[in-house]
């Protein structure tokens, strides 16, 4: 069921959001068109690029889902295979228009249409079989450093989901990065070191609030050993900080959901290791 959240002002444009489950978010532009799907973590960095001119209240036209129902089930198609035949021409050129403004379809030639940038990224996340949003799955790099004196180096967050929580550092792998190169990468913005680092194994969780999905995430885990006494200081994202885990009650606040599985791992097993579990919070 989508659930209109709120409207405001950017860009000259009037946005608003519209929660289409609980990962996802769709965003308008002026009320015309979709604009884009978004991880719901990500709507508060959302920017608009575009501005729509007409407005239709309660989101998407109905010309505009039908044009893009048809290219998401085959995509390029001729102008005459999109167009309704109870539709008047300029009525149905100016809603292609604004789909192609948005980015969602996009012209080849006179006359033939295809998914366009946006268009593509909604066809990846809609399930073929029920024609629902479907959460996607997070990749995610985490890399656990240890010290001499036996300590762990963590991250506590300062921002949303999960913020105050404090978990091995971890980030998402952006796109053209080896799983390496993203560890290396985000192990540095966050903590200022640049250690060597080796792979150690592959988790996946599904993270459940009561009877909801909540989080979906495939996490590849690097271990390595670091004792530089100087440390990053508190960004945006948050502080690293050294800790003594032997202790510590991993499974609880404020510690991350899935930590004491992968303290578990790379302080039990041989590597390399993979597992899947089911995590529920409330």
Known sequence: ??????????????????????SFHLVYVDNSVIHALVPRNLVENFSTRHSAS?????????????????LLAQSPRRYAELKPTDVEGNVFTHHLRQLIKGEFVVQQEPGRY????????LAGNISSHTGEV????????????????????????????????????AGRRHAGE???????????????????????????FTVYAG?????FIETHIFVGIADSPTLKEEGILGRPLWRDLREENLSAHPYFPGLA??????????????????IDTN
């Open 1 to 22: 069921m989508v659930e209109f959240m709120h409207r405001h002002k950017a860009s000259d444009a009037d946005v608003s959001l519209w929660k289409v489950s609980h």
């Open 54 to 70: 007409a407005g239709y209240a309660g989101g998407m036209h109905t010309i505009q889902q039908h044009v893009l129902d048809l």
């Open 114 to 121: 295809a998914l366009g940038k946006f268009g593509r990224k």
């Open 134 to 169: 479907r959460s996607q799955q997070k990749i995610l790099v985490e890399v656990a450093l240890q010290n001499k004196k036996g300590e762990w180096l963590l991250f506590e967050r300062a921002r949303e989901p999960y913020r105050t929580f404090i978990g091995f550092p």
């Open 178 to 204: 080896t799983l390496h190169q993203a560890a290396e990468r985000d192990i540095y913005e966050k903590t200022g070191l640049q250690p060597d680092l080796q792979f150690a194994g592959t988790l996946s």
């Open 211 to 215: 009877e909801e999905l909540f989080n």
């Open 261 to 278: 599985q992968v303290y578990a791992h790379i302080t039990e097993e041989t590597c390399p290791f993979f597992n899947e579990y089911r």
